[in-house]
């Protein structure tokens, strides 16, 4: 399976004896990124900037928020903004979302994941244990 970049937000994988291409584009990416990264006991949700808190705030969700997708020659690198909630231990669930991240973008997508770069940018202490 060979990977092209078209340009900055899609990604055309072609598969050889197929009749035509499939395009991924960063949305895609990283929607995916961060349901998985949600997936993980200990993420209370991915942090988001201004913008993105006044469309959540309409009613809009945002399932891409806190999530930066950039290309480096044929591999991504994943940059994630996260609320953990208090009580866990942040390099585990750190640890957890990393894999997590990385597994479900190159089983959906076959591109190859290099980074997945946690910031927590909040802990929740709404639901203490």
């Given at each position: 399976?060979?990977k092209?970049?078209?340009?900055?937000?899609?990604?055309?994988?072609?598969?050889?004896?197929?009749?035509?291409?499939?395009?991924?584009?960063?949305?895609?990416?990283?929607?995916?990124?961060?349901?998985a990264?949600?997936?993980?006991?200990?993420?209370?949700?991915?942090a988001?900037?201004?913008?993105?808190?006044?469309?959540?705030?309409?009613?809009?969700?945002?399932?891409?928020?806190?999530?930066?997708?950039?290309?480096?020659?044929?591999?991504?690198?994943?940059?994630?903004?996260?609320?953990?909630?208090?009580?866990?231990?942040?390099?585990?669930?750190?640890?957890?979302?990393?894999?997590?991240?990385k597994?479900?973008?190159?089983?959906?997508?076959?591109?190859?994941?290099?980074?997945?770069n946690?910031?927590?940018?909040?802990?929740?202490?709404?639901?203490?244990?």
């Amino acid at each position: 399976m060979a990977k092209e970049q078209d340009d900055r937000s899609t990604y055309r994988i072609s598969d050889d004896g197929v009749a035509g291409d499939v395009r991924i584009s960063d949305e895609v990416i990283a929607i995916i990124a961060g349901l998985a990264a949600t997936e993980v006991k200990g993420v209370a949700s991915m942090a988001g900037n201004i913008t993105n808190e006044l469309v959540a705030k309409l009613g809009k969700k945002n399932l891409s928020k806190g999530v930066k997708i950039d290309v480096h020659e044929n591999t991504l690198t994943v940059d994630l903004a996260i609320n953990i909630d208090y009580g866990y231990s942040i390099p585990e669930v750190s640890k957890a979302v990393q894999e997590r991240v990385k597994s479900a973008i190159e089983t959906m997508t076959g591109l190859n994941v290099s980074e997945v770069n946690i910031r927590v940018a909040d802990v929740n202490l709404e639901n203490d244990k």
